[in-house]
T-cell receptor, first 114, second 114 residues
Framework: EPEVTQTPSHQVTQMGQEVILRCVPISNHLYFYWYRQILGQKVEFLVSFYNNEISEKSEIFDDQFSVERPDGSNFTLKIRSTKLEDSAMYFC????????????FGPGTRLLVL | GENVGLHLPTLSVQEGDNSIINCAYSNSASDYFIWYKQESGKGPQFIIDIRSNMDKRQGQRVTVLLNKTVKHLSLQIAATQPGDSAVYFCAENREPGGGNKLTFGTGTQLKVEL
């Protein structure tokens, strides 16, 4: 059964450093998402991406964040200058369509900013 | 896991009993709902979904009920097994016909006792 995969599983970085989180969505999916879950809190939407552009983003997704699909398979989330409060689990998800279509989540990347 | 420290509602059931996990949503315009299961250290795993034009949907050992009048969603797990122990989240699509952002609830911790 196809799955969303994410790398790395864990990332430790110093405050102010750039990080890139990588995701390989399910191959026939067209819609891609990033969510995050701060320890002890709910899963929160960050951004959705379709047809090589952002279709929606939350207020969390400020100028420090960017997403890219550099090739036909990878979908990346870049945090340009990490802050302590960026420490969280970051989940990638993908779906076949929009509106009433299931989103399938990857296993997550645990980011720790020191 | 991700939810350490979160004061989640907890449901404890005996193995073999049926479990009912509840979720209240706030947006009457939400038209699509998903139940996810999250085990410690893993991403949300799709269990079952339901569209707003339905009030019941059944899967393997699971049933989702939707009551739009009171904005309530429930997940019923039949013959609960130790492997069902996890945090269960309901998620809603609050923007029918528009974006596909999912909004997650706070989750319920299900503990299956042998």
């Amino acid at each position: 059964e196809p799955e969303v995969t994410q790398t790395p599983s864990h990332q430790v970085t110093q405050m102010g450093q750039e990080v890139i989180l990588r995701c390989v969505p399910i191959s026939n999916h067209l819609y891609f998402y990033w969510y995050r879950q701060i320890l002890g809190q709910k899963v929160e939407f960050l951004v959705s991406f379709y047809n090589n552009e952002i279709s929606e983003k939350s207020e969390i997704f400020d100028d420090q964040f960017s997403v890219e699909r550099p090739d036909g398979s990878n979908f990346t989330l870049k945090i340009r200058s990490t802050k302590l409060e960026d420490s969280a689990m970051y989940f990638c998800a993908s779906g076949r369509g929009i509106n009433q279509e299931t989103q399938y989540f990857g296993p997550g990347t645990r980011l720790l900013v020191l | 896991g991700e939810n350490v420290g979160l004061h989640l509602p907890t449901l404890s059931v005996q193995e073999g009993d049926n479990s009912i996990i509840n979720c209240a949503y706030s947006n009457s315009a939400s038209d699509y709902f998903i139940w996810y299961k999250q085990e410690s250290g893993k991403g949300p795993q799709f269990i079952i979904d339901i569209r707003s034009n339905m009030d019941k949907r059944q899967g393997q050992r699971v049933t989702v009920l939707l009551n739009k009048t009171v904005k309530h969603l429930s997940l019923q797990i039949a013959a609960t097994q130790p492997g069902d122990s996890a945090v269960y989240f309901c998620a809603e699509n609050r923007e029918p016909g528009g974006g596909n952002k999912l909004t997650f609830g706070t989750g319920t911790q299900l503990k299956v006792e042998l």
